[in-house]
T-cell receptor, first 116, second 106 residues
Framework: DSGVTQTPKHLITATGQRVTLRCSPR?????VYWYQQSLDQGLQFLIQ?????ERAKGNILERFSAQQFPDLHSELNLSSLELGDSALYFC?????WGGGPTDTQYFGPGTRLTVL | DAKTTQPPSMDCAEGRAANLPCNHS???????VYWYRQIHSQGPQYIIH???NNETNEMASLIITEDRKSSTLILPHATLRDTAVYYC???????FGTGTRLTVIP
C-alpha cells in the first residue's frame, strides 16, 4: 500500500459525458501528478500540482483539467469523453516538486475508465 | 516526450542478475535518476534513485556512469516476481516513456 488513494477504481461511461477522478496523496506529500496509460502503452504524464499550484504540464488535452485543493487532494476532470480516452489513470504524490532526492513518486492503484 | 532511452524488452534467467540499461544524455547536473517498475496494470513502484554515486538498497543496485549520461539497474538474483516493465526517469522525474519489459524465465 503506497498510501495514495484513488476513487473510483472503475468507471464506465458514454461518449460525450464528463467524469471526475479523485486522488488523495500520502500524508505530508505536497506534489500530485496525473498520468494516463492506454492499453499496452507507457505512462503519459498529464499534469503536476505542487501545494495547490500547477507545477508542470504534459500532453494534457484541453478537454481535461485538474486542480489541487487546500487539503492537497486533487481531482482530474475529463469532459466530452471519446472512445480513445479509455485508459488507466494514475495519480502519484511526492514530497518535493522536481527531480531531487525527495521526489520519489508513490502511485495509487489507478482508476480504470471505460468509455462506451 | 520521453527524455530517456531504454531497450523495449529483455529476458533474464531466474536466479541470474538482470542488468537494465538506460540512456539519459540530457540530464542536468543536479537531477536525480529514478527507477520504477510496473507489474501488470498496478501502479508503478519505486525501486531506487541516485545522483552520481552507485546506490544499493534491498531491491536493487544502481550504477551511474561518471558522465551521468547513462545508468544501469541491477537486480542481482532475478525471480519470477521481477517480471515487469521497468522505467528509468530523468530529467525532472516526469516522462516515463515505454520502459523495458523484463521477462524472467524459469
Amino acid at each position: 500500500d503506497s498510501g495514495v488513494t484513488q476513487t473510483p477504481k472503475h468507471l464506465i461511461t458514454a461518449t460525450g459525458q464528463r467524469v471526475t477522478l479523485r486522488c488523495s496523496p500520502r500524508s505530508g506529500d505536497l506534489s500530485v501528478y496525473w498520468y494516463q496509460q492506454s492499453l499496452d502503452q507507457g505512462l503519459q504524464f498529464l499534469i503536476q500540482y505542487y501545494n495547490g499550484e500547477e507545477r508542470a504540464k504534459g500532453n494534457i488535452l484541453e478537454r481535461f483539467s485538474a486542480q489541487q485543493f487546500p487539503d492537497l487532494h486533487s481531482e482530474l476532470n475529463l469532459s466530452s469523453l471519446e472512445l480513445g480516452d479509455s485508459a488507466l489513470y494514475f495519480c502519484a504524490s511526492s514530497v518535493g516538486w522536481g527531480g531531487g532526492p525527495t521526489d520519489t513518486q508513490y502511485f495509487g492503484p489507478g482508476t480504470r475508465l471505460t468509455v462506451l | 516526450d520521453a527524455k530517456t532511452t531504454q531497450p523495449p524488452s529483455m529476458d533474464c534467467a531466474e536466479g541470474r542478475a538482470a542488468n537494465l540499461p538506460c540512456n539519459h544524455s540530457t540530464i542536468s547536473g543536479n537531477e536525480y535518476v529514478y527507477w520504477y517498475r510496473q507489474i501488470h496494470s498496478q501502479g508503478p513502484q519505486y525501486i531506487i534513485h541516485g545522483l552520481k554515486n552507485n546506490e544499493t538498497n534491498e531491491m536493487a543496485s544502481l550504477i551511474i556512469t561518471e558522465d551521468r549520461k547513462s545508468s544501469t539497474l541491477i537486480l542481482p538474483h532475478a525471480t519470477l516476481r521481477d517480471t515487469a516493465v521497468y522505467y528509468c526517469i530523468a530529467p525532472n522525474n516526469l516522462f516515463f516513456g515505454t520502459g523495458t519489459r523484463l521477462t524472467v524465465i524459469p
